[in-house]
């Protein structure tokens, strides 16, 4: 009853997100609502936990926070600040690729609040430019912690297999446990996506393109610079202990 409902601007397998105006202080947020039973369902009590923890710990740029968070019977609410600009994957779609230097700045900005999940010991697992938001100005947002993980040390390392098919690290794919150098790997990955329009390693077909993500080589076009191409390089070496930004 706090809240006015504006309209729902997104939806999900656990439920939606609505743009809502407090009555009180008349500021507007994005509520996301969560449907008990399905949490359950998909024995996700974990995650949804996880999220609300790191989402109340976490208050820095870049990053998306909790301003308030109920529950009902049925339902959690989690109450978020409303990023204006919507998704960076609507934008790419719109452009269809980005220029690098529009590529750099919102690259900056990613790595930024990566070091700071990795430095406040959080793998985020979830890399991909439908979880980057842009505020009203044109600053980047990542959010969406469901998949992230609240480890115990900066190395400490993990198992499950998640995260999104065309982001997802070749340790990932293999089965092996890994650590924070998986969203490196996924970093890569959205620089080269926002330069050429499409993941490195993409096909329509799921097992090519595991086998791809796994063995083919990484190929540049000429719309990448030089530093470009060797960044990107660097950050997509297949042995994590190799990779930028693993050590």
């Given amino acids: 009853d706090d809240f006015q409902l504006l309209k729902v601007i997104g939806k999900g397998s656990f439920g939606k997100v609505l743009l809502v105006r407090n009555k009180r202080d008349r500021r507007v947020y994005a509520l996301k609502i969560l449907m008990k039973s399905r949490v359950l369902a998909k024995k996700q009590v974990e995650h949804t936990r996880s999220e609300r923890k790191i989402l109340e710990e976490i208050n820095y740029p870049f990053l998306s926070r909790l301003e308030f968070a109920f529950q009902t019977e049925g339902k959690l609410y989690i109450g978020m600040e409303f990023l204006a600009g919507g998704p960076l994957f609507y934008h790419l779609q719109q452009c269809r690729r980005f220029s690098e230097d529009r590529a750099r700045f919102y690259l900056a900005e990613v790595i930024v609040g990566i070091g700071h999940l990795h430095e406040n010991n959080i793998l985020y697992r979830d890399m991909k430019p439908e979880n980057i938001l842009l505020d009203k100005e044109g600053h980047i947002v990542i959010t969406d912690f469901g998949l992230s993980k609240l480890t115990d040390s900066m190395d400490a390392t993990a198992q499950t297999i998640c995260g999104t098919p065309e982001y997802v690290a070749p340790e990932v794919l293999l089965g092996q446990s890994y650590n924070r150098a998986v969203d490196w790997w996924?970093?890569?990955?959205?620089?080269?996506?926002?330069?050429?329009?499409?993941?490195?390693?993409?096909?329509?077909?799921?097992?090519?393109?595991?086998?791809?993500?796994?063995?083919?080589?990484?190929?540049?076009?000429?719309?990448?610079?030089t530093e470009a191409s060797n960044l990107i390089s660097r950050l997509l070496i297949r042995d994590p202990q190799l990779r930028l930004g693993s050590g």
């Fill in 186 to 225: 996924s970093v890569g990955t959205l620089l080269y996506e926002m330069i050429a329009g499409l993941p490195p390693f993409y096909d329509k077909n799921r097992k090519v393109m595991f086998s791809n993500i796994l063995n083919a080589p990484l190929q540049f076009s000429s719309l990448f610079s």
